[in-house]
């Protein structure tokens, strides 16, 4: 059973990713890298969770796309990188192990895109917009499944 906070991030970060806009056809001139990382919690036995798979996967959407939005709206947003730290203060508080698979995840979207793409395109806004659809469904599902 997830306890009732974690539920909560999961449905508001899938309405987030629901609800955003389509990104702008402007370039954004800084590009920042993803800082997820904080001081190292007390280590505890780590203890999986049945959707470990699935929160990482909904890391790698984030860090995917907080950088397509930065890349194509005209003020950078740090929602998507707060958004994340959140879930991952929440969700592993004091398991580093799963800290690190779900900061190394986020890490690994933002950098594949940022890899691909160094100005806002047309298949980037088509990309930011499928992941997020996605990361949004992803989202509903771990709370219908598991949240109860």
Known sequence: ??????????????????????????????????????AAPAAVEEKPTPYDQRLVRLSEILGSV????????????????????????????????????????FNRGYRTFASVYTSCTGPAIVAEQRYRAEGATLASEIVARFGN
């Open 66 to 105: 907080h950088y397509l939005r930065n890349l194509c709206v005209k003020e950078p947003e740090d929602v998507w990188r707060r958004s994340m730290q959140e879930l991952i203060d929440k969700e592993t508080a004091t398991e580093i192990k799963r800290r690190e698979r779900m900061t190394a995840a």
């Open 1 to 38: 059973m997830i306890p009732v906070p974690i539920l909560t991030r999961l449905t508001l970060a899938g309405i987030a990713l629901t609800v955003a806009t389509g990104a702008a056809a402007q370039k954004s001139p800084t590009k920042e890298p993803a800082k997820t990382e904080t």
